[in-house]
């Protein structure tokens, strides 16, 4: 419906948010998961630090991170494992960003995750109302 202040977020109280992912077909694509981020989100700061897991069946190439269409991240998760955690601090332009997190597995196959972050302008953020302001 609409956005999320990032001061009002809080976990459910579990004590792991993401409870257990699992693969459930062979084959499948990767499935990426943030630790505790909504899908909108609104924040004052220009950068946002990303956490979250990703999951296959076969095992993990890497992980890549796409701020606004231009790569922001990456982590390689090779080794065969079926599961790794990422952690990705990205850059955030004032308004409307458009994040995507990737994984790859070792078949090529792709998983995503894409969530919309505004951030607001430093001086509506800044800036005390203009009642705050004014002189007598």
């Given at each position: 419906?609409?956005?999320?202040d990032a001061a009002d977020l809080q976990t459910a109280g579990r004590a ?121």
């Amino acid at each position: 419906a609409g956005w999320i202040d990032a001061a009002d977020l809080q976990t459910a109280g579990r004590a792991d948010p993401l409870g257990t992912l699992t693969a459930v077909l062979g084959n499948s694509p990767p499935v990426v998961a943030l630790s505790d981020l909504p899908i909108r989100l609104l924040v004052a700061d220009d950068e946002l630090t990303l956490e979250g897991r990703v999951v296959d069946d076969v095992g993990l190439k890497d992980v890549f991170v796409f701020v606004n269409g231009r790569k922001s991240g990456y982590q390689a998760l090779t080794g065969g494992h079926t599961e790794g955690s990422f952690r990705f601090t990205v850059p955030l332009k004032e308004g409307e960003n458009s994040i995507l997190v990737r994984g790859w597995d070792d078949q090529d196959l792709i998983g995503s995750l894409k969530l919309g972050v505004y951030r607001q302008a430093a001086t509506a953020a800044a800036s005390p109302p203009d009642s705050a302001t004014a002189t007598p």
